[in-house]
């Protein structure tokens, strides 16, 4: 986050925004029409929560969209130079005096109906993995079908080729954004007419992976397709689990995957049915699809008092190391996009890495609370490969956990 410029007078700049504002001439340019096409989370005040008046918001839309031009144009250049260009589109108050911005968004849409809203557990067609909360949670969502649009507005000293950048935006954002939250895992994709898809090979050029599979019956087939890969690459039988041991109860064994038998090692504290690790590797491969991550042992005491010899560690939160102590956040957004994808013709399941998916390999990481730190995904590609080759769900698909899912998402 940047920090304030402690020399600027707020009560001034807020004068000046009002009097750039206000001598911005614009005019109606695009009009988009919109359609839900799967549930939507969230989006209003209040986290979790839709708010029936006010359902899409033009402050957050506006966000998704600097968001998607900041990965397509504000890459390999210093960041002054970044931020100059996104300020003479977007606006923003810079270091000396505020700059309006060029672009105006406005959402024409309906209140919610009674009819629009529907409980989670409700939806047959409901990826579990797409929307991971407490137990017992049921929120109500935007049904899918919802239509609104959306007007663009750009200032007439607009120049032609800021407006095709912010064109550019609104086509990644029509493909692989969405409006309200956990839109990275396919809720609140949408449907624009007149738009032509982003490719396969734009992505490339950009630096991200797209992957495509065969045309699903409807969007919410192809959402549920993508996302309920990814779940079984995590934990499918065979693929991410072990088979149930003979006389267990559970329906499935331990995790291929090595991050609880890394965190045995690191804390001093297995139950002995854990004694023999997984995998002889200590690693964090999966903190690459996002972060925190929440580790939690069935057989850890209720509380650390009550704790004795033979048990399983407390449960530990990985957080990325980089993120300050006092920010709440304490997050990274996966780089990696499930959701239906239309081509133009029909709905497919799609896999997006982002442009600088790469980066999310090497986030150094932390634990919360603990003073033990966790190692990183190694940088040497010869190192990557030995680890790769010894975790099951990896082998023989990529020597990077974000790799690997790509290639098993393409080969099922």
């Known amino acids: 986050m940047r920090k304030p410029n402690e020399s600027l007078i707020a009560v001034d700049a807020l004068a000046a925004w009002n009097d750039k504002s206000a001598s911005a001439v614009a005019v109606d340019t695009l009009t988009l029409r919109c359609e839900l096409i799967t549930p939507m989370y969230g989006g209003g005040v209040t986290a979790g929560e839709v708010d029936a008046a006010l359902p899409i918001r033009a402050s957050a839309l506006r966000g998704q969209l600097r968001f998607w031009w900041r990965l397509l144009h504000g890459r390999g250049r210093p960041p002054q130079e970044t931020f100059a260009a996104e300020t003479a589109i977007w606006g923003g108050i810079a270091s000396t005096q505020p700059t309006a911005s060029k672009v105006s968004v406005r959402v024409i849409a309906k209140p919610v ?65 969405g409006v309200g939250a956990r839109t990275r895992r396919g809720l609140g994709a949408v449907r624009v007419e007149g738009l032509t898809p982003v490719t396969s090979v734009e992505v490339a050029t950009k630096g991200g992976c797209l992957v495509l599979l065969a045309p699903s019956k409807t969007p919410e087939l192809a959402w549920k397709t993508s996302v309920d890969l990814l779940k079984d690459f995590r934990q499918k039988l065979e693929v991410g689990r072990n088979p149930p041991a003979q006389n267990s109860q559970s329906p499935a064994g331990r995790s291929r995957w090595p991050e609880a ?55 530990h939160t990985l957080e990325p190391a980089d993120r300050s102590t006092t920010d709440k956040r304490n997050r990274m957004a996966s780089p990696l996009i499930l959701r239906p994808y239309w081509d133009g013709k029909a709905w497919r399941p799609a896999a997006l890495l982002l442009p600088e998916w790469k980066q999310a390999i090497s986030q150094p990481l932390k634990f919360k609370e603990q003073s033990y730190r966790p190692k990183t995904w190694p940088s040497d590609p010869a190192e990557r490969q030995r680890l790769a080759a010894q975790i099951k769900p990896m082998q023989g698909r990529g020597n990077d956990p974000l790799s690997a899912f790509m290639d098993y998402f393409e080969k099922s």
């Open 261 to 315: 038998d890394t965190i045995r090692d690191l804390s001093s504290h297995t139950h002995p049915n854990h004694a023999v690790p997984i995998v002889n590797i200590r690693a964090f491969p999966r903190s690459a699809f996002g972060l925190p991550i929440v580790f939690h042992f069935k057989g850890a005491p209720a509380k650390p008092h009550l704790r004795k010899n033979g048990m399983d560690p407390d449960d």
């Open 113 to 177: 109906a009674a009819t629009q809203s529907v409980a989670k557990n409700s939806i047959p067609i409901f990826p579990s993995y797409a929307l991971i909360l407490d137990p017992g949670a049921d929120p109500q969502l935007l049904q899918n079908g919802y239509r609104f649009q959306i007007s663009l507005r750009f200032a007439v000293d607009l120049h032609d080729d800021q407006q095709t950048q912010v064109i550019d935006a609104v086509r990644w954002w029509a493909s692989f954004g």
